[in-house]
């Protein structure tokens, strides 16, 4: 165990901001993660995954455990089904495409989101039509307190809109170890309505695509329009796209005819944060080291030594604009700390 002391985190986080923690250990077994959070000199403790969702706003006065637990194992497997467990440090990206070079199906949509394995069912990440419930068994979670794992099923995470239990009434309890997901071996079920999948596919001339297929479409239309963070600072999508109720939809589109939606129930309809951004003027707004990508306005980046303070201050001011423009509050993505 090798616990440093004053290190940048600048290395550890996608919107790439610099600042100092206090204290800092990686944890790369289940035993070290137990033994360092048993440290009594260090009673303040942060933990950090991929730092792919997640703004820092200032030095961290704490022991920062970043966790990088490796490991892909295949529990079971069925003619139609696999289960696969992948540790908490995997890479998210990367374990997608093991999942992909096995031809096992459900994860193609996921495809070039940044973070790690550990902390996707805490976001309950999704895309492009598909969200990690929905290919979700189980996850084991280290019980902070108590240092006893505890295994999570999917009603017990109690998913919504990136939302889970663990941002919930379970927040800062549990750091989770291990995910284990249901995929397919054959018949796939692709998703390939949603966004422009079908006019990528076309453009390639795949009428029959396979889900490798897919996940080559999605990352290419991912790369077209987002960052890679380790050229620009960011997060990812940094709003929520917020749900209104209907009667709130029709008075919009009343004024805005060309706005796009998705329906969510009979009373709900999901509007996309990235239009009312745009619509509100920001797409492409820079403030001197910092603003909103020019080609995906659900963006905010950090083109190279800006704050998370001075990003944070921004993101205030569009939410501010879209409730005066549109009388709908966004809601941040990231968590800011």
Not at 111 to 140: H, M, R, W
Request: hydrophobic share 40%.
């Amino acid at each position: 165990m090798n616990i440093q002391h004053n290190v940048s985190l600048k290395p550890f986080n996608t919107f790439g901001i610099d600042v100092i923690a206090k204290h800092f250990v990686i944890t790369s077994s289940l035993k070290d993660l137990k033994d360092v959070l048993n440290l009594e000199d260090y009673p303040e403790k942060l933990i950090l995954g991929g730092g792919s969702n997640i703004l820092l706003t200032k030095d961290v006065d704490a022991l920062v455990i970043l966790v990088q637990i490796k490991g892909i194992s295949i529990i079971s497997k069925t003619e139609d089904t696999v289960l696969i467990k992948a540790n908490a440090g995997e890479n998210w990206h990367e374990f997608v495409q093991w999942t992909l070079q096995h031809n096992y199906g459900g994860l193609e949509n996921l495809s070039l989101i940044p973070g790690n394995v550990g902390t996707s069912p805490i976001q309950n990440i999704g895309a492009y039509g598909v969200e990690l419930k929905d290919v979700f068994k189980s996850c084991e979670a280290l019980n902070i307190n108590t240092k006893t794992l505890t295994t999570f099923s999917k009603t017990d995470c109690a998913f919504g809109y990136r939302n889970s239990v663990f941002k919930q009434g379970m927040k800062g309890q549990f750091i989770i170890t291990s995910v284990t997901f249901k995929l397919t071996t054959q018949n796939h079920t692709l998703h390939t309505n949603y966004g422009a999948i079908i006019a990528e596919l076309e453009s390639k001339h795949i009428k029959t695509p396979t889900i490798q297929d897919v996940s080559q479409a999605i990352i290419a239309i991912r790369q077209s329009k987002l960052p890679d963070p380790k050229k620009i600072g960011n997060s990812g999508s940094f709003f929520k796209n917020p749900i209104v109720d209907k009667s709130k939809y029709l008075q919009i589109l009343n004024q805005f005819p060309d706005v796009p939606s998705y329906t969510v129930s009979e009373t709900q309809v999901k509007i996309p944060a990235g239009w009312l951004i745009e619509k509100a003027g920001f797409k492409g707004k820079r403030l001197g080291n910092y603003g909103v990508h020019k080609n995906q306005a659900l963006v905010l980046v950090n083109y190279g030594g800006a704050s998370g303070e001075e990003i944070l201050k921004f993101s205030g001011i569009i939410q501010t604009t879209i409730q005066r423009i549109f009388n709908i509050m966004i809601e941040s993505e990231v968590n800011i700390l």
